[in-house]
C-alpha cells in the first residue's frame, strides 16, 4: 500500500480524481448512441445491444413476461424468498421514518404558506449484469422508491451475453417488489431509452442505478431530460482507526473493497504498528499516517468517501467530528458489507468526494416539493410597498402592475394617464 502522512496537500499528491471527470472520447461515443436511440428508438436499442452484448434479439424478447419470471423461480433456492423478506422490512421501515412530510405554516393577517410533497410519478431503475449481477441494488433501489409512493418503476439490465437471459434473481426480487416493466437492454443505449423513450420502454421522469462509465456519462448527458440520482464514480472505503482497532478487521475489510473493478481503499491511523501491519498484508490502496484523530477528521472530511468505518476506542465520540461521508458505520462490527446488503440504508452512495456535496439514494429522492403561498387583501397591502421598491431596483414595472391591480377599483379603467406612460401610480 502507498503510505502519505497528512497535511493539506495530501489528496492533490494521491492524484484522487474529486467529482467526475469528462473523457472527451467517451463523451462523443456515448453521445452518439443517445442521438441514435432518441431517433431510431426500438430498432436503435437493438442493434446497439447486438453491438455491444453480443446477442442478436427478437424485438419481443426486449420485454420481460410473466413466464420469464415464472421460469425464474424455478431456478433460485426456496430459501432466498424469506430472506428477501427480511430485508424488505429492514430497508421499509428505514425509510419510512425518514420520508419527508407536507407542512403549512399559518401567519399574520391570513397568510398561508406550506410545501407539498408529491411523489415522482415514474422512475427507471438500471441494474448492472456482468459477471457478478447487482441483485441488492434491487432493493436498494425498488423499495426506497416504492416507500415514497412512485406510481411507475420500470427496470432495465443487460441480457446474458450467450443466452440473452437476466439473472434469475434479479427478476425475482424485481417481481416479489412489485415491478412490472423489465426490459433486457443495457449500457448507454438502455439510459438512452429510459431518457427518451421508445415503442417498448417507457420513457421515465428520473433514473437511478449504478453502471459502468457508459452507463454514467449517459446519465449525465440525460440529465435534464429527466433527473438522475448522481454521477458516481468508482466505490470505494475508508476506515478510520486507532491503535485499538483490531488489525485483522481492517484487513479484511480494505481487501474486501479491492472485489469492486476500480474501487480504492484508505486507511487513515495514527497507529504506527497498525501501518506497519497492513502494509505487509494489503497491496492495493492507500494508507494517510496523521498525528491525532483530530488530524484524522480532517483527513477523512477532506476525502469525503463513499464508505467510512470508523474503529476507534470511542467511534460514537468521532462521528460528531465528521461531516463529509456517504454512509458511516460505527465500531469494530459494523462492517461496510451490512449496509451493501440488509442493514436498510441504501448502498447508492455519492463517490469520489461528491459526499461533501451530494446525498445518499433514499425515499426523499423520489419525491419533489410544490410550494404553497396565499395571502389575503390585508396581508398583500403589507407588502405592497417593499414589492414596489424591489420592482423599481430591477427594473420589472409590470411585475408592479401585477400587484397595484389587486387595489385597483375594478369599475374604473386601469393604466390611463399617467400610469399608461411611465407606471407610477
Known sequence: MQIIHWDKQALKRLNRPSGYEVDKDLFKKVNR???EVKTRGDSALIRFTREFDGINLALKRLVVTQGDINRA??????????????????????YKAELKKSFSIK?????????????????????????APLVSTVYMTVIPATVAGVKEIVITTPPNHETG?????????????????????????????????TRTVPKVDKIVGPGNQYVTEAKRQVYGFVDIDMVAGPSEVAILADATA??????????????????SSFLVTNSKKLTELIRKRVDSGTIIVVKNLQEGYEAINELAPEHLEIMTEDPEKCLK???????????????????????????????????????????????????????????LSKVREPVRKL???????????????????????????????????
Open 107 to 131: 401567519g399574520k393577517d391570513g397568510i398561508y404558506l406550506g410545501k407539498q410533497y408529491h411523489p415522482i410519478e415514474r422512475i427507471g431503475i438500471y441494474i448492472p449484469g456482468g459477471t
Open 321 to 379: 467530528y465528521i461531516t463529509h461521508a456517504g454512509a458511516i458505520f460505527l465500531g469494530p462490527y459494523s462492517p461496510a458489507v451490512i449496509g451493501d446488503y440488509i442493514a436498510g440504508p441504501s448502498h447508492v452512495l455519492p463517490t469520489s468526494g461528491t459526499a461533501r456535496y451530494f446525498s445518499p439514494l433514499s425515499a426523499a429522492s423520489f419525491v419533489k416539493g410544490t410550494q404553497v403561498i396565499s395571502y389575503t387583501r390585508e396581508a
Open 246 to 263: 483490531d488489525p485483522n478487521y481492517v484487513t479484511c475489510d480494505l481487501l474486501a473493497q479491492a472485489e469492486h473493478f476500480g474501487g
Open 33 to 35: 448512441i443517445l442521438q
Open 165 to 197: 437471459d437476466i439473472d434469475p434473481h434479479i427478476l425475482v426480487v424485481a417481481d416479489l417488489l412489485g415491478v412490472k416493466k423489465i426490459f433486457r437492454a443495457g449500457g448507454a443505449q438502455a439510459i438512452a431509452a429510459l431518457a427518451f423513450g
Open 73 to 94: 423461480y424455478e431456478k433460485i433456492r426456496f430459501e432466498f424468498v424469506p430472506l428477501l423478506k427480511q430485508i424488505r422490512d429492514n430497508v421499509t421501515t428505514y
Open 391 to 425: 420592482t423599481e431596483m430591477e427594473g420589472l414595472i409590470l411585475h408592479r402592475i401585477s400587484l397595484e391591480s389587486r387595489f385597483i377599483d375594478s369599475t374604473a379603467k386601469p393604466l390611463e394617464g399617467k400610469e399608461k406612460t411611465d407606471g407610477s401610480q
